[in-house]
């Protein structure tokens, strides 16, 4: 199985920081790499596919970038509503893995 | 839109069966892959397998032989049943659509609501 290491597990931030998460696969995934937003209580919602593709209705102020085994997930201004945990996951080979996940909350 | 909806027991005994449909709105099952992911609670995300249009099935290795994965093409519904559960089966499981153009460019870009599926005698 492919092995998706987040970092960090967990961050504090202010409205208005600028948010980066890494994903790190245990092998080379191409572009194969997607993002997904999680609040509490609720079910995951996709927000970048192949990588760097943001899905529509998206704010710009999400953007992924990466290939092969390192990839990003940058929030240029983080706003109340982004306050979640994000997950990478992979589709080059299944199963399809997650990443454990990056909480995001208030500092 | 895309809707998807959970349903089925929320309290399943040790070793029954785990027996949920996921029904579909917005999109008609013929169309698209299907897949079946569940959540620990406190925990990531776990992908149980697919289901395509055409019936055939990807399972996940580490549950390949107690899932089984099903259409209901008069009801536009898909099925997840998990034999022999343990406590460890205690998740919220998740339907979602497996959208993509190909085998590896795939991700789920709709889901259903989850539903807590709680192991215990």
């Known amino acids: 199985d492919i092995q998706l290491t987040q970092s960090p597990s967990s961050l504090s931030a202010s409205v208005g920081d600028r948010v980066t998460i890494a994903c790190r696969a245990s092998?080379?995934?191409?572009?194969?790499l997607h993002w997904y937003q999680q609040k509490p209580g609720k079910a995951p919602q996709l927000l970048i596919c192949?990588?760097?593709t943001l899905r529509s209705g998206v704010p710009s102020r999400f953007s992924g970038s990466g290939s092969g085994t390192d990839f990003t997930l940058t929030i240029s201004s983080l706003q109340p509503e982004d306050f979640a945990t994000y997950y990478c996951?992979?589709?080059?080979?299944?199963?399809?893995?997650f990443g454990q996940g990056t909480k995001v909350d208030i500092k | 839109q895309v809707q998807l909806q959970e349903s089925g027991p929320g309290l399943v005994k040790p070793s029954e069966t785990l027996s949920l449909t996921c029904t579909v709105s917005?999109?008609?099952?013929?169309?698209?892959?299907w897949s079946w992911i569940r959540q620990p609670p406190g925990n990531k995300l776990e992908w149980i397998g697919y289901?395509?249009?055409?019936?055939?099935?990807n399972y996940n290795p580490s549950l390949k032989s107690r899932v089984t994965m099903s259409l209901d093409r008069s009801k536009n519904q898909l099925s997840l049943n998990l034999g022999s559960v343990t406590a460890a089966d205690t998740a919220v499981y998740y339907c979602?659509?497996?959208?993509?153009?190909?085998?590896?460019?795939?991700?789920?870009?709709?889901w259903g609501q989850g539903t807590l599926v709680t192991v215990s005698s």
């Open positions: 192949g990588a760097s």
């Open positions: 996951q992979q589709s080059y080979s299944t199963p399809r893995t």
């Open positions: 289901i395509s249009y055409t019936g055939s099935t």
């Open positions: 092998q080379s995934i191409s572009t194969y």
């Open positions: 917005g999109a008609s099952i013929n169309n698209y892959y």
């Open positions: 979602a659509r497996d959208y993509g153009g190909s085998e590896t460019y795939r991700w789920f870009d709709s």
